[in-house]
């Protein structure tokens, strides 16, 4: 499965939900976004995933990888006031999927598969 069928299998909004919930970054959903947005979880690719949920700059890479210059990070940022306290937004320049989560990076983790799976429903990603 590459990452455009991604938006496709019933286990994204579960993942999705997870990663939105979640306290911090983790291995087990590293590895998860791995599976599910590229089909591989061999041991020699498992044992090199970057941590996607706890690092900025490994999700944002991932992101500028596999779109390049077709979807970007719009906006990231924490709120005070808000409960979980970080926000972002990913996809097309003027069109965008939003996802709130505990972490910037576990945020930009649920709006990057918002947006694919908007993508292929035909929303806005």
């Not at 976004?33 to 706890?54: K, Q, W």
């Not at 890479?61 to 926000?87: C, E, H, K, Y």
Request: net charge negative; hydrophobic share 45%.
């Amino acid at each position: 499965m590459n990452a455009d069928q991604y938006a496709e299998n019933a286990h994204c909004s579960d993942l999705i939900a997870r990663l939105e919930k979640a306290e911090a970054g983790s291995r087990l959903l590293d590895e998860e976004m791995l599976e599910a947005m590229f089909d591989d979880t061999s041991p020699n690719i498992v044992a090199s995933i970057p941590p996607y949920t706890a690092s900025l700059d490994a999700i944002t890479a991932l992101i500028g990888d596999m779109f390049g210059a077709a979807w970007r990070v719009q906006r990231i940022g924490m709120s005070n006031s808000a409960t979980p306290p970080a926000w972002a937004t990913v996809g097309a320049t003027g069109a965008g999927e939003q996802a709130w989560a505990n972490t910037p990076p576990l945020a930009l983790c649920a709006a990057l598969l918002r947006a694919l799976q908007a993508k292929e429903g035909g929303g806005h990603g």
